[in-house]
C-alpha cells in the first residue's frame, strides 16, 4: 500500500491550526557510510496525529534505518524529511538532538533502562534534556515526579513499590513498562519503538500495548513501531510493510 | 549537573573497579608526593648537616675539597694550617667563637677528630640543634673520647671501653697508638650527619699520640710512655681546619676576604651553607632518578584507569544509545566518560594525599631514628600542588581518550544499538 493514500486518515476534530501530518518524509534516498550492500529508499511516508502505525519488514529491510532518520539520528542523502513542518535538513546536529528529546518518546526492544538509576529516575531522565516536556509534565499535577507516578500507574506499576527500586533489579516485562512511561513523560508528539514486545510473551504484549495505547490516546502521541510479528496488526490504525512498499520505488525514484 | 550526577551514579555501580582504580591512583600520588617529601626532607637534612657556623677554615684548597674533609670527613687535608694563624685568626674581634679540628688519624674504619670541649657547644645540625649525650659526657681526661652513636652501635662501645687508635686512615691500621688507649668518655645521640660517625678526642690528644711519631712512624727507641707525655707541653703545631662562628652576619664576607688572602700562609674560607649547595647539585642526579621512576608509576595507574574505562565501553554503548534516546548529546555522552575519569582522577589525587600524612606521620619518627633523616609535616608545597594538577588533568586527559571512542560509537550506533 502507498503512503500517500494514508495520509488524510483518522483527523477527528483537529482544528485547522493544528498539523495535519507530524512526520512526512518524501523522496528519501539513505545509505549508510561505509555500507554499499545496504541502501534505502522511500517515495513517501507520512503520520498523521495520533496515528498508531505498525511497520513490518523482513530482518535487514530497513526498518530501524528508518527510525533512526525520522528521529534524525542520521540525515538523508537524499530528499525531505519533515517532523511537525520542521525540515529536519535546516537543523544541525545539536539542534536534531535538542528536537528530538522534546517530540520523540523511544522505547527499544530491551534493555531500555540505566542499570545505576531508580526507576524514578530512568521515567525522569528526559526531563533533564528538556525543557519543554518538564514543562508538560508538570502541568496539570503536583509535580513532574506526580506525573512519572501517575504514568506508571497507568502502566501497571505500583510507583510507590517500584519508584525508588534499582531499574536492573526488574523483570523485562517490568523494564518495558518503565521504558514505555519515560516515552511518554511529558507527552511528545510521537512515540517510536524499536519492537518493544519482542522479549514479551503474547499475553502481555497485548497487554502492555493496550496499556500504552491509551495513555498515548490520552497525550494526543502517535505511535511508529517496528515490529517482526504481525500478528499485532488488530491493534494498528495502519500497518507499513518496508519491503513492499520502498524498495520498487526506488528505482523508479528520479 | 546531570553529568556529573550521572557520573556519579554510573560509578557507584561499578564501585568495586571504581574503588580499585581510585585505589591505584591514590597509592601512585601517595608515592610521588611521597618521593618528593624524601628528596626535600633529603636535601634539607643534607643542608642542614652543618649550620650556626659562619665560616669553615683550612688550608687552601678548593671548597668542596674542604667542606668534605671538614665536615663529612671525606678524604685529606692536603695541607695543614699553622696553630699560630689559628690564633691569629681566633684573635679577630669579629670572631664569636672558633672550634679547631685535626684530623688523620682513625678507629676501625671510623675517623677520630681532635677538637676542643666547644665543639659540643658550637656544632648545630638541623637548623638550630644542638650535639647531645645519650651516656656519658665530654672528654675531661687526655685520654677520653667521645663516640658518635653509628660508631657506638657498630662497634658495640659502652662508657669505659678501651678504644686504640690507628695512624692514618686504613681499616686495618698497619701502625697503632696502641701504646697510648683511649676510653670512651661519651656516647652522642644520633645525629644523621657525619658526626654519628666519628671519634671525638681533644686536640692536645692528637699531639699526644704523635709526640713520639715522625713520617708516619714511630721514631725507634724514643717511646714516650702514656704517663710521661701527660707532663709534656701539648700545644699543637697545626691543626686541619677551624669552625667559626661569627658575632655579626655582616662581617662574614669581610672575614672570608681577608682569610683568603692571609698573608703569613695561603689559607681558605668557606661558607658551608653555599658549599654544601655546590655539593647537592653534584650528587643530587639520583633525586632526578627517584622522580621519574614515581612519574612512571603514576602513569601506570592512569593507563589502568583509561583500561579500565575503555573495558566496560562496549558494555555501555547501549547506555550511551539511551541516553541519546532520551536527547542526550553526543557531547554530553563525551562529557560523562570524561567527567567519570575525571572523578576517579580527583578522588584518587585526594585519597593519596590522605595516605601519604598518615604514612609520614607513622614513618617519620623510624625514618628520623634509623636514618637521620626528618621528614617536615607541613601542607603540601606549590610544587606537590602542581603535581596533583597534573595527575588530576592528566587523568581528564587520559579519560578523554575512550570518550572520544565513545563518542564516535554514538555517532555511529545512533541509538539503535542491538544487543
Known amino acids: 500500500m502507498s503512503g500517500d493514500a494514508v495520509a488524510a486518515k483518522t483527523l477527528s476534530g483537529s482544528d485547522a491550526a493544528e498539523v495535519v501530518d507530524v512526520v512526512r518524509m518524501d523522496g528519501v534516498r539513505f545509505r549508510w ?170 499475553k502481555h504484549q497485548r497487554h502492555f500495548l493496550e496499556l500504552l495505547f491509551s495513555e498515548a490516546d490520552a497525550a494526543g502521541t502517535s505511535v511508529i513501531m517496528v515490529s517482526h510479528d504481525e500478528t499485532l496488526a488488530p491493534e494498528f490504525d495502519r500497518i507499513v510493510d518496508l519491503s513492499e512498499v520502498q524498495v520498487a520505488q526506488v528505482l523508479e525514484a528520479p | 549537573m546531570i553529568i556529573l550526577r550521572l557520573a556519579w551514579k554510573s560509578l557507584m555501580n561499578r564501585w568495586v573497579t571504581a574503588v580499585l582504580t581510585v585505589l591505584a591512583i591514590a597509592v601512585s600520588v601517595m608515592l610521588l608526593l611521597g618521593v618528593e617529601k624524601v628528596r626535600t626532607g633529603a636535601k634539607n637534612s643534607f643542608a642542614n648537616t652543618i649550620s650556626g657556623t659562619d665560616l669553615i677554615i683550612g688550608a687552601r684548597s678548593g671548597d668542596l675539597q674542604l667542606l668534605l674533609y671538614s665536615v663529612f670527613r671525606i678524604g685529606n687535608a692536603t695541607n695543614n694550617m699553622t696553630y699560630e694563624s689559628y690564633q691569629d685568626i681566633a684573635a679577630n674581634e669579629a670572631i664569636d ?29 638541623r637548623r638550630d640543634r644542638k650535639l647531645t649525650f645519650a651516656d656519658g659526657q665530654p672528654f675531661d681526661d687526655l685520654f677520653d673520647a667521645v663516640i658518635g652513636s653509628d660508631v657506638a652501635a657498630a662497634l658495640d662501645y659502652q662508657l669505659g671501653d678501651p678504644i686504640i687508635v690507628a695512624h692514618g686512615l686504613g681499616d686495618v691500621g698497619f701502625a697503632e697508638h696502641d701504646d697510648k688507649p683511649f676510653v670512651v668518655a661519651g656516647i652522642l645521640d644520633k645525629t644523621g650527619t657525619p658526626v654519628d660517625r666519628t671519634v671525638h678526642v681533644s686536640l692536645e690528644a692528637i699531639e699526644a699520640i704523635h709526640v713520639d711519631w715522625q713520617s708516619g712512624a714511630q721514631i725507634p727507641g724514643q717511646a714516650v710512655s702514656a704517663e710521661e707525655v701527660r707532663t709534656m707541653n701539648l700545644t699543637p703545631k697545626a691543626i686541619t681546619a677551624a669552625f ?34 655546590q655539593l647537592w647539585s653534584l650528587i643530587g642526579t639520583a633525586e632526578t632518578a627517584l622522580a621519574a621512576v ?126
Open chain 1, 33 to 202: 557510510p561505509g555500507r554499499e550492500s545496504f541502501s534505502l529508499a522511500i517515495k513517501a511516508f507520512h503520520v498523521a496525529r495520533s496515528e498508531k502505525i505498525l511497520l513490518i519488514g523482513p530482518s535487514g529491510s530497513g526498518k530501524s534505518t528508518l527510525l533512526s532518520l525520522l528521529c534524525g539520528i542520521v540525515t538523508p542523502d537524499d530528499g525531505r524529511i519533515s517532523v511537525l513542518d520542521t525540515d529536519l535538513k535546516a537543523l544541525d546536529a545539536s539542534a536534531r538532538d535538542r528536537f528530538r528529546v522534546e517530540h520523540f518518546g523511544i522505547i527499544f526492544q530491551m534493555f531500555n533502562l540505566l542499570p545505576y538509576l531508580s526507576v524514578i529516575d530512568n521515567v525522569l531522565l528526559p526531563l533533564s534534556f528538556s525543557k519543554t516536556r518538564r514543562q508538560r509534565a508538570s502541568e496539570g499535577t503536583s509535580s513532574t515526579t506526580a506525573e512519572a507516578h501517575r504514568l506508571l500507574g497507568r502502566l501497571g506499576l505500583d510507583a510507590d513499590l517500584f519508584a525508588a527500586r534499582s531499574a536492573a533489579r526488574l523483570s523485562v516485562g517490568q523494564q518495558q513498562r518503565v521504558a514505555a512511561a519515560r516515552a511518554l513523560i511529558g507527552r511528545p508528539e510521537i512515540l517510536v519503538a524499536d519492537e518493544p514486545t519482542s522479549a514479551l510473551d503474547r
Open chain 2, 97 to 125: 667563637w672558633i672550634v679547631p679540628l685535626s684530623l688523620g688519624d682513625s678507629h676501625r674504619g671510623f675517623r677520630v677528630m681532635g677538637t676542643t670541649t666547644s665543639y659540643f657547644e658550637h656544632y648545630r645540625y
Open chain 2, 244 to 277: 667559626v662562628g661569627l658575632k655579626s652576619k655582616l662581617s662574614t664576607f669581610k672575614l672570608q676576604r681577608g682569610i683568603n688572602q692571609y698573608a703569613e700562609e695561603p689559607l681558605s674560607a668557606i661558607l658551608p651553607g653555599a658549599a654544601l649547595q
Open chain 2, 294 to 419: 614515581s612519574i612512571m608509576v603514576v602513569i601506570t595507574a592512569l593507563l589502568g584507569m583509561v583500561t579500565m574505562v575503555l573495558a566496560t565501553l562496549n558494555e555501555r554503548r547501549r547506555e550511551m544509545a539511551i541516553l541519546r534516546s532520551v536527547g542526550a548529546r553526543p557531547r554530553t555522552v563525551l562529557g560523562l566518560l570524561v567527567a567519570e575519569a575525571g572523578l576517579l582522577g580527583f578522588l584518587g589525587a585526594i585519597l593519596g594525599v590522605v595516605l601519604l600524612y598518615l604514612a609520614l606521620l607513622i614513618v617519620r619518627p623510624l625514618v628520623d631514628a634509623t636514618y637521620g633523616l626528618y621528614l617536615d609535616i607541613d601542607w603540601l608545597t606549590s610544587r606537590e600542588l602542581f603535581y596533583l594538577l597534573a595527575v588530576i588533568s592528566v587523568g581528564l586527559l587520559a579519560g578523554l581518550l575512550p570518550a572520544i571512542h565513545a563518542y564516535r560509537l554514538s555517532l555511529a550506533d545512533g541509538m539503535m544499538v542491538r544487543t
